[in-house]
């Protein structure tokens, strides 16, 4: 047994937090109390630290198999565990792609031996992440996949994501869908506007979003299947989905931290740790994803963690591929950006990594409470550090917060009652 004596605990129930004991009995969170005495439990004094529900992250890429000298399972899950995820959420733009039940067993099999968070796959809409042919989803639903989606690219042909919706409408999974019209977005590099032009480099109109957003919700309308937007990243997306839950349509949708803490701004100067698709965008569509969050037009915050080597982000701007990493940094950056700034209640905040995504995917998780899994992280947000390049566990560094003073120290991560992290 542990035992988490004298923090202040987010009570998810009652959606607060209180100064209270929490009493871990195995795989379970045994007993909530102002004070609890057990002597045949590992005590740990939280005195002045906060006790969360073990994060949850409905979209990060662990390039497992095919691609593992950026990142697989084993230091993908550490790298959760040090950021407080006990529970993440693996897309399938690996090689093979996640389309068909070996690959899907393969995972699953080595994030059961790797234990240090819980993994739950995303299955591919279409076979090889090639927008041709619909993939297997009835073998991958009944191998345990918790959603469909190509991320990392798009189904362009309307009719076959109609196809798709409609299978996956008969087994109530969300559609994670990666927005963008390639016909639109071409080889571009950064947000089309003032600053692909200074920087001489090709742009991503916000339309090449905007557009497939609006097909997919309306394809959801017709089909009642339950779309969930990835990345939201433009003022105009939020509207449609704003516009979409008003109208009864099964829509949900997440923002990532670096679009909602950075701007096209942050490209200045080619840095390829802020390349990354859908490009950073203006201030006026970084504003508008904030008061989508806070609204609950945006349903959750998820990393869409992509790690990439040294040597590939080292490349020219035009060479160096899309995606930053985002599991170490999520809390802390947001934390430190908007909670300690008072633009964000640290309950809301919370909230949105925590239980919210849990429902999208239908999972018990992310939650404090009796009777619920021992998935929980304890933080110090009173303790400063700096964010640096060789504490990331993570096989890839290419994040755009490198150097950055943050709050929040992370102490503790424990997965289903064991410890996965400690300081």
């Known amino acids: 047994m542990i035992l988490l004596k004298n923090g202040m605990v987010y009570l998810s129930d009652e959606k607060k937090?209180?100064?209270?004991?929490v009493l871990i009995d195995k795989k379970i969170i045994k007993k909530i109390a102002p004070v609890i005495e057990e002597k045949n439990a590992e005590v740990i004094d939280c005195a002045g630290r906060h006790i969360f529900p073990g994060f949850v992250d409905l979209h990060c890429h662990l390039r497992d198999p095919g691609y593992t000298y950026k990142e697989?399972?084993?230091?993908g899950a550490e790298s959760a565990a040090k950021g407080g995820f006990t529970s993440v959420c693996c897309m399938p733009n690996t090689n093979p792609a996640i389309d068909n039940i070996s690959t899907l067993n393969y995972?699953?099999?080595?994030?059961?031996?790797?234990?240090?968070?819980?993994?739950?796959?995303?299955?591919?809409?279409?076979?090889g992440l090639e927008g041709k042919e619909i993939a297997n989803i009835a073998s991958l639903v009944k191998g345990g996949v918790v959603g469909l989606s190509d991320d990392g690219n798009c189904i362009q042909v309307a009719k076959l994501q109609l196809n798709v919706m409609r299978y996956a409408s008969i087994y109530d999974i969300p559609m994670?869908?990666?927005?963008?019209?390639?016909?639109?977005?071409?080889?571009?590099?950064?947000?089309y506007g003032p600053m692909s032009t200074?920087?001489?480099?090709?742009?991503?109109?916000?339309?090449?979003?905007?557009?497939?957003?609006?097909?997919?919700?309306m394809l959801a309308d017709v089909t009642g299947s339950h779309v969930h937007i990835a990345h939201a990243s433009t003022k105009r997306t939020v509207e449609l989905i704003r516009q979409a839950k008003k109208d009864g349509i099964k829509v949900t949708a997440e923002v990532t931290p670096h679009h909602l803490v950075l701007t096209e701004k942050a490209c200045d100067g080619?840095?390829?740790?802020?390349?990354?698709?859908?490009?950073?965008?203006?201030?006026?569509?970084?504003?508008?994803?904030?008061?989508?969050?806070?609204?609950?037009?945006?349903?959750?915050?998820?990393?869409?963690?992509?790690?990439?080597?040294?040597y590939e982000k080292e490349l020219e701007f035009v060479k160096a591929p899309f995606g930053v990493i985002g599991l170490e940094s999520a809390f802390p950056v947001l934390y430190t950006t908007f909670v300690r700034d008072n633009k964000m209640k640290l309950e809301e905040l919370v909230e949105r990594i925590t239980s919210k995504p849990a429902e999208i995917i239908k999972k018990n998780v992310g939650i404090l409470k009796e009777g619920a899994?021992?998935?929980l992280n304890v933080f110090d947000l009173e303790e400063?550090?700096?964010?640096?390049?060789?504490?990331?566990?993570?096989?890839?560094k290419n994040s755009p917060f490198l150097g950055m003073k943050m709050w929040g120290k992370i102490h503790y991560t424990i997965c289903d009652g064991k410890f996965t992290w400690k300081l």
């Open 384 to 396: 400063s550090f700096t964010f640096n390049e060789s504490e990331i566990l993570s096989k890839s």
């Open 373 to 375: 899994p021992a998935d």
């Open 72 to 75: 697989d399972i084993a230091s």
């Open 270 to 310: 080619f840095d390829t740790n802020t390349k990354m698709k859908p490009p950073l965008r203006s201030e006026q569509d970084r504003e508008a994803l904030l008061e989508g969050l806070m609204d609950g037009t945006i349903d959750v915050i998820a990393t869409d963690h992509a790690p990439h080597s040294d």
């Open 198 to 217: 200074k920087l001489g480099l090709s742009g991503i109109p916000t339309l090449a979003e905007e557009i497939t957003v609006s097909r997919d919700i």
């Open 107 to 127: 995972i699953m099999r080595k994030a059961r031996d790797v234990g240090k968070t819980k993994i739950f796959v995303i299955g591919a809409m279409s076979k």
């Open 17 to 21: 937090i209180e100064k209270v004991d």
């Open 176 to 191: 994670i869908c990666h927005s963008e019209d390639y016909s639109l977005s071409g080889d571009g590099q950064v947000n």
